[in-house]
């Protein structure tokens, strides 16, 4: 069975260390941070199954980032437990209602913290149907909606025509895959435009200037010259 990777979150080494070690212990594979910038740099670009956060970081605070996991569709559905040292009532509640999957305070117990964690990953493990079900294309930052017909970047939605979200779906559900002009134009436009290669291009060009932070150097999109466009493979 592959390991499953727990993101640890916290501004103390000490606690960092003994999460890490005692996590390890039991078959996990952790990847320890001290900020919530670095945390969710990690969750966009790394295969993240849970995330153990500290409310009390330095510059982003817990709850902040917690929000920004829970705004952006391709991490929001990583379970996340909170550690602290606070008791209140209050903060175990303001981060239960910010979309927290579980909550321990700190000093925890490691044998309470494991079965914590088993528990959150079991409950992942049983939407992973329902999961798949919502068929969404992630890519760094870019998420599109392929039965929502809906396109974001880092959570906020991107308008697009009919058309630039067909094109942009058919690329994307086939990332490397090259197609001519001649074919974008029959799969997508059927024989309305029969050669006329030029409509692809300007589609392709106000694709990019919606997804792309630089249109002149685009990373989804590639032009292969002299044949036509892929999608970027990860």
Request: proline share 3%.
């Amino acid at each position: 069975m592959e390991k499953k990777t727990i993101l640890a979150v916290d501004d103390e080494i000490h606690i960092l260390e003994l999460l890490k070690y005692n996590l390890e212990t039991n078959g996990y594979y952790v990847i320890t941070v001290e900020t919530g910038e670095e945390a969710l740099e990690l969750l966009m670009n790394e295969k993240i199954d849970a995330v153990l956060l500290d409310l009390m970081l330095p510059k982003m605070d817990g709850l902040e980032v917690l929000r920004r996991i829970r705004a952006i569709e391709k991490i929001k559905k990583i379970p996340v437990i909170l550690l602290t040292a606070k008791s209140d009532e209050f903060d175990k509640v303001l981060g239960l209602e910010t979309g927290a999957d579980d909550y321990i305070a700190k000093p925890f117990s490691i044998r309470e913290l494991q079965a914590r964690v088993k528990a959150v990953l079991r409950r992942v493990t049983e939407k992973q149907t329902a999961l798949t079900d919502q068929k969404v294309i992630c890519t760094h930052g870019l998420e599109i909606g392929l039965e929502t017909k809906t396109v974001k970047k880092y959570g906020i939605p991107i308008e697009m025509s009919l058309k630039e979200f067909e094109l942009l779906k058919l690329l994307a559900e086939n990332p490397g895959k090259v197609y001519s002009r001649d074919i974008l134009l029959e799969k997508i436009w059927s024989y309305e435009y029969i050669g006329e290669t030029r409509t692809v291009d300007v589609h392709i060009r106000h694709i990019r200037k919606k997804i792309e932070e630089d249109d002149s150097n685009p990373i989804f999109i590639k032009t292969v010259r002299g044949f036509g466009y892929k999608f970027r493979e990860d």
